[in-house]
């Protein structure tokens, strides 16, 4: 992988480009069309560095043109633009937020080697047999045969059939 996959500076295209990040919509597409020329393949036939330049001036223009992966580009970088491409534009942020540092340590997780640990298993509320404790206890019943709802059985996702009447309430 080249570096700017693993970029979260956000600075790369606009730096093929020369332009701030501040530039707008209508300088970018000027400096485009006059960098577009000047590397074209067509005008440069002998040079494969043109080429190259070509292809990452294109790439530069396709991403800061367009207002949504510009966005994405400006705040995560190009590993805002890969995230885009793996999971969808509308699932960035959420990306970023679920794998932040804060998020997998939040309410005091525990690590994979803690749970590990050879610990038996929660059976019983947190504060249960302490009287200091003012919030309440709540237990689930054990499935049992007292339990109205045990043996119930259902036909979802058995492939029964279900004639829908007009006007029918379901």
């Known amino acids: 992988m080249d570096k700017?996959?693993?970029?979260?500076?956000?600075?790369?295209?606009?730096?093929?480009?020369?332009?701030?990040?501040?530039?707008?919509?209508?300088?970018?597409?000027?400096?485009?069309?006059?960098?577009?020329l000047k590397y074209h393949p067509d005008k440069n036939p002998d040079n494969p560095e043109a080429v190259d330049k070509f292809k990452e001036v294109n790439r530069a223009h396709s991403i800061l043109s367009d207002e949504t992966k510009r966005n994405i580009y400006?705040?995560?970088?190009?590993?805002?633009?890969?995230?885009?491409?793996?999971?969808?534009?509308?699932?960035?942020?959420?990306?970023?937020v679920v794998t932040s540092p804060t998020c997998k340590r939040a309410g005091g997780a525990r690590s994979r080697e803690d749970l590990n640990d050879g610990d038996d298993p929660v059976t019983s509320q947190p504060n249960a047999g302490q009287a200091t404790s003012n919030m309440p206890v709540f237990a689930m019943p054990p499935p049992s045969a007292t339990n109205p709802f045990a043996n119930e059985t259902s036909n979802l996702n058995q492939g029964g059939t279900r004639t829908y009447t007009p006007g029918e309430r379901y």
């Open 4 to 36: 700017r996959k693993l970029s979260t500076s956000g600075d790369s295209l606009y730096q093929i480009l020369g332009l701030p990040k501040t530039s707008t919509p209508d300088d970018i597409k000027k400096t485009y069309r006059k960098l577009a």
């Open 74 to 96: 400006d705040n995560y970088g190009s590993l805002g633009l890969y995230i885009a491409e793996q999971f969808g534009e509308e699932n960035v942020n959420a990306y970023f």
